[in-house]
């Protein structure tokens, strides 16, 4: 058993803490509220830095200097951008579904939200350490297609209803795709706990045995994400942004946290199963899991300023014809190469 | 593993509480000054032309009815996932058997043409 450091040794002195002046009952349920407290932390947190980290690198690839004028280096834009958000009216399309206008933002959030109990974000560190814990991910975040349908259906307007359905076919299409390239890692493993699946990558990272599924998993999440080139839901020179098109203010604002708050969380996931999650040397685990983090956003932000979008039958192509054949074959691979393995040891 | 799914139902409650304190937040500093030019539905600047809501042929519904198969399978993949190494050669051969199953229904798909969008 390797010694455990980080994140756990600060939740078991808060817990000591807590111990001394709650009941015991209280103690945990406390802990909790806690833990979820830091989540939403990290929620708002990643999108004001990913909002600023996206501007900043688009403006680096485009030879501009981006946001400079708030604060130094422009790190203040994204607070300003939340005020400005925040006190903008609220307007409603004539016409609309009402309730279902309303509660389209709200529950992309939960999905969105969801996915963070199940991160390993440092040894121990995780908020809830379900033994399907790769499952409920999936599970959770496949959730998010409802919401875009519904902001689409209810807005009253074309360009929402097209954006919302193609939401639909997209996300459906790649769906398939990435819980087979999954598949091959869970294989490995003999596990779905996120727990298991990082301490299994002790020695070796995953992305060296399993670099096909690696590359599925990396151009399905870009597509579940709704990230260019596979940004057709939202295609600003098409239909206008899809969905969003009828919120202003705060509703807009939380499809954009939802959006960023679903980059980190497949880019985790990313680094949970192929990247070692926490595992690291010389610096803490929890640097190691936000730096790798950091890394595959990177790459998902440098995709959008490198490819050109696909037209709607090329992503449909690439979804059914060549990513899911290379999926199931990735898991023959697998299979045949464990149980070769098996049968040398 | 009780109070692991607990917390997960907190999380959730919390989630549906987060955006409602912003929008009460937001409420609390709007401006409100509504007008029937603003309200009406955004498309370019030109007025809508009939209702938003027609029937329109969703060319993807073939690809909804194979998404159901493969889902519904992948679900079964996972725990045959987990227990492939304790089950051996058991596994290993039916792997082969179920795998040749989704390949052949793709390929029936594919052929037919469901996978092609028009």
Not at chain 1, 295 to 306: A, I, K
Request: net charge negative; hydrophobic share 55%.
């Amino acid at each position: 058993m390797q010694e455990v450091t980080g994140l756990y040794v600060i939740a078991e002195m808060l817990r000591d803490i807590l111990g001394h002046y709650l009941p015991a009952q209280y103690v945990d349920i406390s802990m909790s509220l806690i833990n979820i407290g830091v989540i939403f932390g990290i929620i708002s947190m990643t999108a004001v830095v990913l909002v600023y980290g996206e501007r900043k690198v688009s403006a680096f690839m485009q030879s501009r200097s981006g946001p400079n004028r708030v604060g130094p280096y422009g790190l203040l834009q994204t607070i300003a951008d939340m005020f400005k958000l925040m006190s903008k009216e609220d307007i409603m399309p004539a016409g609309a579904d009402k309730w279902m206008w309303i509660l389209a933002p709200m529950i992309l959030f939960i999905p969105a939200a969801a996915a963070y109990a199940v991160f390993p974000f440092d040894n121990q560190a995780v908020f809830a350490d379900l033994n399907i814990g790769i499952f409920y991910f999936i599970a959770v975040s496949s959730q998010a297609v409802l919401p875009f349908l519904m902001a689409g259906w209810a807005s009253n307007n074309k360009y929402a209803l097209i954006g919302g359905m193609r939401t639909v076919a997209q996300m459906l299409s790649y769906e398939v795709p990435m819980v087979l390239s999954i598949l091959g890692v869970v294989m490995m493993v003999g596990s779905m706990r996120m727990s298991d699946i990082v301490a299994a990558q002790q020695n070796v990272w995953f992305i060296v045995l399993q670099p096909i599924a690696f590359v599925v998993y990396v151009i399905t999440a870009t597509a579940e994400i709704n990230r260019a080139p596979f940004d057709l839901v939202e295609g600003e020179s098409e239909i206008v942004a899809g969905p969003f098109t009828e919120y202003t203010g705060m509703r807009f604002a939380l499809f954009f946290l939802a959006e960023y708050a679903n980059l980190f969380a497949v880019s985790a996931i990313a680094t949970t199963l192929f990247l070692g999650g926490w595992h690291g040397p010389w610096l803490p685990g929890w640097v190691w899991f936000f730096l790798k983090v950091a890394g595959m956003v990177f790459l998902f932000m440098w995709f959008r300023w490198t490819f050109p979008r696909l037209r709607i039958d090329q992503l449909m192509a690439l979804g059914w014809k060549v990513l899911l054949p290379l999926a199931l074959v990735n898991v023959v691979i697998t299979g045949v190469g464990m149980y070769i393995y098996q049968l040398l040891s | 593993m009780l109070q692991e799914f607990g917390n997960v139902g907190l999380l959730l409650i919390v989630a549906l509480v987060f955006p409602l304190l912003a929008l009460g937040t937001a409420f609390l500093l709007r401006p409100r000054d509504p007008g029937v030019e603003k309200s009406l539905p955004y498309e370019c600047g030109v007025d809508t032309v009939g209702t938003t809501w027609v029937q329109f042929r969703a060319s993807y519904f073939l690809y909804a009815l194979v998404f159901v198969a493969f889902d519904v399978e992948t679900v079964f993949l996972y725990l045959w996932a987990i227990k492939f190494q304790e089950l051996g050669t058991f596994a290993f051969v039916e792997m082969f058997i179920f795998l040749s199953i989704l390949l052949v229904g793709l390929g029936y798909a594919w052929k037919k043409g469901a996978l092609e969008w028009k």
